[in-house]
C-alpha cells in the first residue's frame, strides 16, 4: 500500500537517505528542512529517479508559528499522513559544561526536544486517518549513555528517548505506534555541523574505522515501518560493530 511520508531534516544525512529509500518503494514524501535549495534539488531528483510524488515544506523546526503555518498549508490531498519521521537535530560544539556555549545548548534544545514536539503536536491530527499510523524519532546512543563533551546534546536525546516512551503511552488509545531509531556514529553531515566546519576534527572522528552510513539508517527506518500492523518496534539501537559505546570505538589508525 503506497504511504504518505512526513521527514524533517531531510536535506541531509539519515533523513535524505530515508526519503530515497522510501521512494524506491513508491511511497509519497513530505520532505522538510531549512535549505530550500537542497530541498528542490532532492524532490526533483526523486521525481526523475523513482517518479516519485513529493512535496517540500521549507520551515525551522525551531520556529513554533513557522511549524503551525507549514503544516497548515499542506493541500488537501496531502492531509492524510502514515508516517512521521522526527529526524531533524543536531550536536552543537563539545565542550565540558564548565566552559559551554549558551547558544550551541539552545540550538541542541530548541531543535531536538521543542521542534521535535512542535512537529509531533502539529502532525498529530493528520495521522489520524491511517489505518496504520507510526511515529518514528530519531534518538541516539547519545540518549542512553553520556559521554565526555556530550552533556546538553545528550540530554537532549535521553529526552527524545522519554518523549518516545511518552507518546507511545499517550497516542495508545489512536492505535499509533511509536518508535525510536537510536544509532551511533554514522558518517554524515552531523559532525561537519558540530565541529563548525573544522574538517580536521570531523576527519578525526571518522578515521580509523567503518562508521554508519546513512542508507544503514534508512534501511532500518524502512523495515520498522513496514511491518505488519500488530507489531511494533519499540526501540532500535544500532551501532558501528567498531563501536562499543560512546567512549570505545576500536581503531586502526
Ligand atoms: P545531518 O547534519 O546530515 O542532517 C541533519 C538534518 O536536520 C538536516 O537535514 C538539517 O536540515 C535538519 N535540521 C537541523 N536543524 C534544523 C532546524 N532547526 N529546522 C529544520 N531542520 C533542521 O545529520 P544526521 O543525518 O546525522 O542527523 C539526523 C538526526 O540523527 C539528528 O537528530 C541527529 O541528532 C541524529 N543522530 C546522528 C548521529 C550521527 O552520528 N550522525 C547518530 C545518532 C543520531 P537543514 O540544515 O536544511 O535545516
Ligand atoms: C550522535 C552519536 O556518539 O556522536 O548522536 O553522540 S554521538
Redesign the pocket.
Known amino acids: 500500500m503506497q504511504k504518505t511520508i512526513f521527514i524533517?531534516?531531510?536535506?541531509?544525512?539519515?533523513?535524505?537517505a530515508c526519503a530515497h529509500a522510501f521512494a524506491g518503494n513508491h511511497h509519497r514524501l513530505i520532505l522538510?528542512?531549512?535549505?530550500s535549495d537542497?530541498?528542490d534539488s532532492e524532490a526533483a531528483i526523486l521525481r526523475e529517479t523513482f517518479n516519485a510524488e513529493v512535496l517540500t515544506l521549507n520551515?525551522?523546526?525551531?520556529d513554533r508559528d513557522a511549524v503551525k503555518q507549514a503544516v497548515d498549508s499542506i493541500p488537501v490531498q496531502w492531509r492524510n499522513i502514515d508516517i512521521l519521521v522526527n529526524?531533524?537535530?543536531?550536536?552543537a560544539g563539545s565542550d565540558p559544561i564548565q566552559d559551554g556555549n549558551m547558544d550551541d545548548w539552545e540550538a541542541m534544545i530548541?531543535?531536538?526536544i521543542k521542534?521535535l514536539l512542535y512537529v509531533t503536536r502539529n502532525i498529530f491530527p493528520l495521522l489520524l486517518q491511517s489505518p496504520c499510523p507510526h511515529i518514528v524519532n530519531?534518538?541516539?546512543?547519545?540518549g542512553k549513555e553520556v559521554y565526555a563533551k556530550g552533556n546538553v546534546?545528550c540530554a537532549t536525546?535521553f529526552a527524545v528517548d522519554a518523549l518516545t516512551r511518552a507518546m507511545r503511552i499517550d497516542m495508545l488509545s489512536h492505535g499509533i505506534k511509536v518508535s525510536q531509531v537510536?544509532?551511533?556514529?554514522?558518517?554524515?553531515?552531523?559532525?561537519?555541523?558540530r565541529f563548525k566546519g573544522d574538517m580536521e576534527a570531523v576527519a578525526n572522528v571518522y578515521k580509523g574505522f567503518a562508521?554508519?552510513q546513512?542508507e544503514d539508517i534508512a534501511e532500518a527506518v524502512t523495515w520498522i515501518t513496514g511491518l505488519p500492523a500488530h507489531v511494533n518496534i519499540n526501540d532500535l539501537l544500532i551501532m558501528p560493530t567498531a563501536q562499543a559505546s560512546p567512549g570505545y570505538i576500536h581503531k586502526v589508525l
Open positions: 524533517t531534516g531531510a536535506t541531509s544525512g539519515f533523513g535524505k522538510t528542512g531549512r535549505r537542497r530541498l520551515f525551522d523546526v525551531r529526524n531533524a537535530g543536531l550536536a530548541d531543535t531536538n521542534g530519531i534518538g541516539s546512543i547519545a546534546y536525546k537510536a544509532p551511533g556514529a554514522a558518517e554524515t553531515e552531523f559532525s561537519e555541523v562508521p554508519l546513512a
